[in-house]
């Protein structure tokens, strides 16, 4: 994204280790661009195709180049910009214009979100998953949409579930650190691991990075 932020670079300094969506809003935020206004229109045109160009993400490129016309939101949930999407184009659900779209965003969606954690999620059909949101908060969704529990009673019955729900947590966890050099990197960044037993649920949270690394999943209580 650095030559579409280099036109800035006169009181604006882009940071390429934060999200590039996060980059446009403070970019925003510093020239006080109204988002109605066709100045940040164009401006937002240009950052997408660039964020087509350099990130190669069969989404963006699905909803950017095959729907110029459609304001995309980068930063929400794909499955949701395509319901916007429909909507915007006022397909009839079952036309072969809404067929056709459907299946190219799907096609576009399982290549690019096909990491373990994804398949994860995607395993639980009635649960809309958004994949730009972090692995913590759409495992939250997922408890809550699913109604498992935090704690459990010690009835037979409760105790099952509590199995049952340990068992598809323990996936989770499994999943998550499959990725985690893809969300981080290979890093003994404090702040990463920091965030990483946060997710386990591990309390306290050790105070070096290398006491993080030897944490066990927990059991749930």
């Given at each position: 994204?650095?030559?579409?932020?280099?036109?800035?670079?006169?009181?604006?300094?882009?940071?390429?280790?934060?999200?590039?969506?996060?980059?446009?809003?403070?970019?925003?935020?510093?020239?006080?661009?109204?988002?109605?206004?066709?100045?940040?229109?164009?401006?937002?045109?240009?950052?997408?195709?660039?964020?087509?160009?350099?990130?190669?993400?069969?989404?963006?490129?699905?909803?950017?180049?095959?729907?110029?016309?459609?304001?995309?939101?980068?930063?929400?949930?794909?499955?949701?910009?395509?319901?916007?999407?429909?909507?915007?184009?006022r397909w009839k659900t079952g036309s072969r214009p809404d067929k056709r779209a459907r299946r190219l965003f799907v096609e576009a969606f399982d290549e690019e979100f096909d990491s373990d954690l994804d398949v994860f999620f995607k395993d639980f059909k009635t649960f809309d998953y958004n994949p730009r949101n972090e692995p913590k908060?759409?495992?939250?969704?997922?408890?809550?949409?699913?109604?498992?529990?935090?704690?459990?009673?010690?009835?037979?019955?409760?105790?099952?579930?509590?199995?049952?729900?340990?068992?598809?947590?323990?996936?989770?966890?499994?999943?998550?650190?499959?990725?985690?050099?893809?969300?981080?990197?290979?890093?003994?960044?404090?702040?990463?691991?920091?965030?990483?037993?946060?997710?386990?649920?591990?309390?306290?949270?050790?105070?070096?990075?290398?006491?993080?690394?030897?944490?066990?999943?927990?059991?749930?209580?």
């Amino acid at each position: 994204m650095n030559d579409f932020f280099e036109k800035f670079t006169a009181d604006f300094t882009f940071d390429p280790k934060t999200q590039p969506e996060l980059e446009l809003a403070r970019l925003r935020n510093l020239r006080g661009w109204d988002v109605t206004t066709p100045e940040y229109k164009k401006v937002r045109r240009e950052f997408l195709e660039a964020l087509v160009k350099e990130s190669k993400a069969p989404v963006h490129a699905y909803f950017v180049l095959q729907f110029p016309d459609f304001d995309y939101d980068s930063r929400a949930s794909p499955k949701l910009e395509f319901q916007r999407l429909r909507a915007f184009r006022r397909w009839k659900t079952g036309s072969r214009p809404d067929k056709r779209a459907r299946r190219l965003f799907v096609e576009a969606f399982d290549e690019e979100f096909d990491s373990d954690l994804d398949v994860f999620f995607k395993d639980f059909k009635t649960f809309d998953y958004n994949p730009r949101n972090e692995p913590k908060a759409e495992f939250e969704r997922l408890r809550v949409h699913k109604k498992w529990k935090k704690k459990y009673g010690k009835s037979p019955a409760e105790q099952i579930l509590k199995e049952e729900y340990q068992a598809i947590r323990d996936e989770f966890f499994d999943a998550f650190a499959g990725v985690f050099v893809y969300f981080f990197g290979v890093t003994k960044d404090y702040h990463n691991w920091e965030y990483l037993c946060g997710l386990l649920g591990v309390h306290p949270i050790p105070s070096t990075a290398e006491e993080c690394e030897k944490v066990n999943n927990p059991v749930i209580q």
